[in-house]
């Protein structure tokens, strides 16, 4: 079962950031937090994990809390493209259970 | 680099008829492997995963059944399907290393009528 609470959708501007929140408040030491996204009829694509500090790559960045119970991903200009289901996921092993996500649409 | 195919991409099938979805992985050696359905408007649930061949955990019980016959091969077969087993499958791989990420396959799009 998903460990984590998603909002069901969000909408974000076109050019704007885009701060997706997950709430994990059960989740243990050694987990994880994933973050991937579907575009529709897609397989998810990965785009960012953590453990404690916050993450950057090129996709996104990633803001977990001190106390690890909550975590934002951000999506520093949102494009169009970017309208998908996002996932957060808490994991310490092979297992990813993905619940229903967040459904983030960019809006021009 | 690592590519995984999936096939066929759909698949339209009458309720009792078996099924057989294929995967395969390239560029990588030891991949865990993982099956996921995704029912329509419905988040991920992952079926199965194998750690190597031969070896296939079952997260959720079902008439569905998968094989790894060999390392970068894993198939979902099921003998009689339902209605219910309609949905996106899903195949994914990853390094092994409870640290990394899946990668996913592109998908089968299953109807079962």
């Known amino acids: 079962d998903a460990k984590t609470t998603q909002p069901t959708s969000m909408d974000c501007a076109e050019g704007r950031a885009a701060n997706l929140p997950c709430n994990h408040s059960t989740i243990s030491g050694n987990e994880y937090v994933y973050w991937y996204r579907q575009i529709h009829s897609q397989g998810p694509q990965y785009i960012i994990h953590g453990l404690k500090n916050n993450e950057t790559n090129e996709m996104a960045s990633l803001i977990i809390t001190e106390d690890r119970k909550s975590s934002t991903l951000i999506l520093p200009h949102a494009t169009l493209r970017d309208t998908a289901v996002y996932y957060c996921i808490v994991t310490a092993g092979n297992q990813f259970y993905f619940g229903t996500g967040t459904s983030l649409t960019v809006i021009p | ?113």
């Open chain 2, 1 to 113: 680099s690592q590519t995984i195919h999936q096939w066929p991409a759909t698949l339209v099938q009458p309720v009792g008829s078996p099924l057989s979805l294929e995967c395969t992985v390239e560029g990588t050696s030891n991949p865990n492997l993982y099956w996921y359905r995704q029912a329509a408007g419905r988040g991920l649930q992952l079926l199965f995963y194998s750690v190597g061949i031969g070896q296939i955990s079952s997260e959720v019980p079902q008439n569905l059944s998968a094989s790894r016959p060999q390392d970068r091969q894993f198939i979902l077969s099921s003998k009689k399907l339902l209605l219910s087993d309609s949905g996106f499958y899903l195949c994914a791989w990853s390094g092994g290393q409870s640290y990394n990420e899946q990668f996913f396959g592109p998908g089968t799009r299953l109807t079962v009528l």
